[in-house]
């Protein structure tokens, strides 16, 4: 089990995208989440899809890891849709069914807003898919360093974040062990009514609880012996440099929004 | 030579009014020498680790590292010359791949990153896990992972190394890695090793061996020395090795073992001369 776990849903690569600095990444992402939301006509989602379209491209990861990314959202997606279909009154009527009125104005209005869904989760999930969760950490705690001066723990933060992460495969192995452990003794995790199975829960839950702790504990005192003393001094063996791709995505990105705000209406 | 780890009257109990874990401990290690602390649960043995680098302070008497007095100030100077590796292989892997790891004592420590990038190359190579650098800790072994343990700890050159129980929770396989990573070490570097451990197998290849009991030192000496008394070293709950226990049989049955046999091959010798005398 525990070999073929992957933390998140990195995808391993060696593309243009998957090589940028993380930092990079995150705040093209944090400007394109703003930027989606200024397309208003035919012409500037057109463009924001074949940007999207393109990127997704260039990453060379495959087409099923993307598809995956939009799933857990479907739902969302397809109901705001019908919102939008039953609920926008706008426009000349198309049909009619039941004597329920369909407006042309809603139809455009839920394609509109299910593609401006697909195009956010699209590119977000892309992050993700390309960066490592580790990575990730490193390019937050860069990106709040200013955030030091008003005393906002940085250094902690990150610190905690990929601790976290490292502690998911051992507690989820954890998990499984004491999950046999208690099977064994004949708790049942898979039938009975859904009350049922919460209740089975809970003497999974409370032994891992215990160990986390008592691991929290120790792993606190291993750090310290090895010299830790907070974020001050600290050198760290991962950096990050920006690199000439680096400035070269970010000049693009820039000159798509430019045409974004030229093409909008 | 000056004792690189120094006790002077050393008592210490937990909370206000705990009952006294060490009781007046006094010894000292020499730089380079290999110690082995033995000793049943609750004898005092890991404090005793926790105190030779600054995880506990003593209520009375004194601890010198490398001539230092420990306090509450030289502590940070007193960790830099003493490196631990502990029980539970998981539970002091703190990076998210190997070679994170490794540097995270040297992170600590403000080392640069181009010294950083030839000591993790030195120390993976020093317990030979060399090309498991980027590897992530789930995919390791508890041996593996013990024995990159030790090259985060001599990844910052320390003077003193200290395993506490370090091979306790390991398979056999894992601990004779790291038995034989220890032994490998010991050659190359220029530290002193205390091992920490209630199991006698482990005492064989040290050079001097301390008995702790209910936080008195029982007794101090060569291996050769203390095995000698077996008896009275089950008395106080200890383990007996194979050997040791089967000169002792020997020795009840009147067949007699002249010098302590501590390896199959010294027991072979023993028994073989005692044939020929007959």
């Known amino acids: 089990m525990s070999n073929s776990m992957i933390i998140g849903q990195y995808v391993p690569g060696t593309s243009l995208i998957h090589k940028l600095d993380p930092r990079t990444k995150i705040v093209i992402i944090f400007f394109y989440v703003i930027v989606v939301f200024f397309a208003n006509n035919v012409l500037s989602y057109g463009l924001l899809t074949t940007f999207v379209i393109i990127t997704i491209i260039s990453t060379f990861i495959p087409l099923r890891f993307i598809i995956k990314g939009l799933t857990p959202v479907w739902f969302l997606i397809i109901f705001t849709f019908l919102l939008h279909l039953f609920l926008t009154k706008e426009g000349p009527v198309l049909f009619e069914i039941l004597s329920i009125k369909f407006h042309l104005g809603g139809v455009i209005q839920g394609l509109v807003i299910s593609l401006r869904f697909c195009l956010l989760i699209l590119m977000t999930s892309l992050l993700t898919l390309t960066t490592t969760p580790i990575e990730i950490t490193d390019a937050i705690e860069s990106l709040l360093h200013p955030l030091k001066k008003v005393k906002f723990p940085v250094h902690e933060l990150a610190l905690m974040m990929s601790i976290s992460l490292r502690f998911i495969p051992t507690l989820m192995q954890e998990t499984d062990k004491i999950s046999k452990a208690q099977a064994s003794r004949g708790v049942d995790f898979r039938t009975g009514p859904l009350k049922e199975r919460m209740k089975a829960i809970i003497p999974l839950l409370v032994p891992l609880f215990v160990s986390a702790f008592k691991r929290a504990e120790e792993l606190a005192m291993a750090m310290e012996a090895r010299g830790y003393q907070g974020g001050e001094g600290r050198t760290k063996l991962r950096e990050l440099t920006y690199r000439k791709k680096d400035l070269f995505i970010f000049i693009l990105f820039i000159c798509v929004v430019a045409l974004l705000i030229y093409v909008r209406s | ?278």
């Not at chain 2, 609750?42 to 506990?56: F, V």
């Not at chain 2, 220890?182 to 061996?209: A, P």
């Not at chain 2, 200890?238 to 089967?246: A, G, K, N, Q, R």
């Open chain 2, 1 to 278: 030579m000056n004792p690189i780890v120094e006790f002077n009257n050393v008592s210490f109990h937990y909370g206000e009014d705990g009952p006294w874990i060490l009781k007046n401990c006094t010894f000292s290690i020499k730089g380079n020498e290999s110690v082995a602390i033995i000793g049943h649960n609750g004898s005092g043995k890991s404090t005793i680790a926790k105190l030779m680098n600054g995880l506990l302070f003593p209520q009375e008497g004194e601890v010198y590292i490398n001539g230092k007095l420990l306090t509450e100030e030289s502590v940070w100077e007193i960790r830099k010359d003493v490196g631990m590796v502990f029980q539970n292989p998981d539970n002091q892997f703190v990076g998210a791949t190997v070679q994170d790891d490794v540097a995270f004592g040297m992170e600590n420590r403000g080392i640069e990153r181009k010294e950083m990038e030839i000591r993790i190359e030195d120390a993976l190579e020093a317990v030979k896990m060399k090309e498991y650098r980027l590897t992530e800790p789930h995919r390791l072994s508890g041996g593996q992972k013990q024995r990159v343990a030790i090259a985060g700890v001599i990844a910052i050159s320390p003077k003193v190394l200290i395993l506490d129980e370090a091979t306790v929770m390991l398979d056999p396989k894992g601990r004779t890695e790291i038995m034989e990573t220890i032994g490998h070490l010991q050659k190359e570097k220029d530290l002193s090793l205390i091992t920490i451990t209630h199991d006698l197998h482990e005492v064989m290849k040290v050079e001097r061996v301390i008995v702790l009991n209910k936080g008195e030192i029982w007794a101090t000496g060569t291996p050769r020395e203390i095995l000698k008394n077996g008896s009275e070293l089950q008395k106080i709950g200890l383990d007996m090795p194979f050997l040791i226990e089967l000169s002792q049989e020997l020795k009840d049955l009147g067949v007699n073992v002249l010098n302590e046999p501590l390896t199959t091959e010294e027991m072979l010798e023993e028994l073989w001369i005692l044939h020929s005398k007959m």
